[in-house]
């Protein structure tokens, strides 16, 4: 029999989905795993985005595990920290510590076609094996920096948003904020307080709603604590809301397009409550359908761009100065600081996961999506990469919590893994045709969907990849989803048991030559 690895299952990252996995694989009373993490502490994007203001944009309610939820989130829209604490508790509480190996950045993963497992390698020299990978690598871990020239030798401070300087005190400097996306409008109302001038430099727009935020009282967290059913009905109400308008407004945006025209009507509304001048307004309105890219919910973003000290730029960034910077027009902005509010690089070649992973045959999963484009079977494996979960891989993005799309797919990965276990198989590779059957029904849905709009391929949306497909959106309900992930056909897979090692041919030696 080939040897056995160290481990049954290695789960590369400790954020949620890591964690979700984690307590999956507990529960299923599969103890002999290991959670590899990059960093110094657990809990993925909530560890690393600490910039001011930083929140969720769903409600609480919906933004914590089915399985756990907390009855005590302090406000409607909880602030990063609790969030961060959600996640220290459910480690704390579902015992995942003596399982987590932080400071371990994995530098590559290969699969053992002989023995059925993985090889996982880290910066560090370790080296860890399991018959199973679950690659638990979110989407948002490696910043995006802009490519305009001389953003290098900025003298002065330079920070980046997913690594926000918890030092950095910005009372009475002139500070400059590179983009306007989901981060930026949570951010530049909290400059605006502080700083002595803010140059906000917008290349495209952002829709923006309202923020039903507040701070929930004694009483309501004492209801929510206490009574199950009211957790429930909260999540219930909220996530049906949301689901609606991502299922209708989205998915079927082609049968239904006054809905996102009523949306975005709602936002213009907003628009002109919080911004009185109407040369201002134009330019912060955005030219493309709403939800072609992420929108963001706040009631202090575009108002925010009426106080004194922040100008919006709109023209074109020439280059940074060691000092200032320049746009096309010829104007030069002084600064102190630098802000780079400019995302993540997001299912770039090396960015998701940003680790070289060689399936079968040694071919390279950069490599397969660069040639196949983008693809995972419900989201989550790939022919010819045996006994590994992408979470998330290509096609995950149904509705509304990052925390349900977790949820969904660990419960795949899961059912994979007991369902091997128990037939003795150490290999469960997904097959050609039936992936390829996922793959055309996503392209098929993907047609009636908001991203068919022409406005969207203007848009600077990562939500389309560098083929113009919108490979990260998974064009069906929730309700499906959750469905296929724990009733997915297994004979879609391919189940293998090992293969003695053969043995070893005896040598003709003096007594059993033929005489
Ligand atoms: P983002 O949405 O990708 O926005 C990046 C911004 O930087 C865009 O405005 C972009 O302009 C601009 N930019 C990039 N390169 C530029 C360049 N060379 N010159 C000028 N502008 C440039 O990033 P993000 O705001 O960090 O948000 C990323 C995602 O994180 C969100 O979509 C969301 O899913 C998540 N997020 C979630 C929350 C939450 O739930 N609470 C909060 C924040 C973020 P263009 O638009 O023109 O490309």
Known sequence: MPEAPQHEVIVIGAGFAGICMAIRLRKAGLRDFVILERADDIGGTWRDNRYPGVAVDIPSVTYQFSFAQNGNWRRVFAKGAEVKEYADSLVAEHGLRPHVRLG????????????????????????????????????????????????????????????????YAPEGERVAVIGTGASSVQLVPELAREVERLDVYQRTPIWVMPRPDVKLSPRARKVLDRFAPARWASRGLVSTG????????????????????????????????????????ERLKPG????????????????????????????????????????ADGTVREIDTLVLATGFKFFEYDSVPGYAVRGEDGVDLRDWWAENRFQAY?????????????????????????????ENQTAHALRCITHARAQGA????????????????????????LFTSASCADSNTYYLDRHGEPSIVRPQSSAKVWWRARHFPLADYEWRHPVPDRPKQPGITASNRLS
């Not at 590779?429 to 055309?440: K, L, M």
Request: proline content about 5%.
């Open 242 to 281: 949301i689901e609606l308008a991502m299922w209708l407004g989205v998915t079927n945006y082609t049968r239904l397009p006054f809905l996102t025209k009523r949306i975005e009507k709602l936002s213009l509304r907003h628009l002109r409550q919080q911004v009185s001048d109407p040369g201002l307004r």
């Open 104 to 167: 371990q950045d994995v530098v590559s993963a290969e699969f053992d076609a002989r023995r059925h497992c993985w090889l996982v390698r880290t910066a560090a020299g370790d080296e860890f094996t399991a018959r199973f990978l679950v690659s638990a690598h979110g989407v948002f871990g490696k910043a995006s920096t802009p490519d305009i020239e001389g953003v290098g030798e900025f003298a002065g401070r330079t920070v980046h948003t997913l690594h926000w300087d918890q030092d």
């Open 378 to 406: 419900e989201g989550i494996t790939v022919p010819g990469f045996p006994n590994l979960f992408l979470i998330p891989g290509p096609h995950f993005a149904t509705s509304w919590s990052w925390l349900v799309m977790a």
């Open 288 to 327: 493309y359908d709403f939800g072609c890219k992420r929108p963001a919910l706040s009631n202090h973003y575009w108002s925010a761009f009426e106080k004194r000290n922040v100008e919006l730029v709109t023209d074109r960034i020439k280059r940074v100065h060691p000092h200032a910077i320049e746009t």
């Open 426 to 449: 150490t290999y469960v590779g997904i097959r050609r045709p039936a992936h390829d059957r996922f793959y055309r029904a996503m392209r098929r849905g993907h047609r009636k969907s």
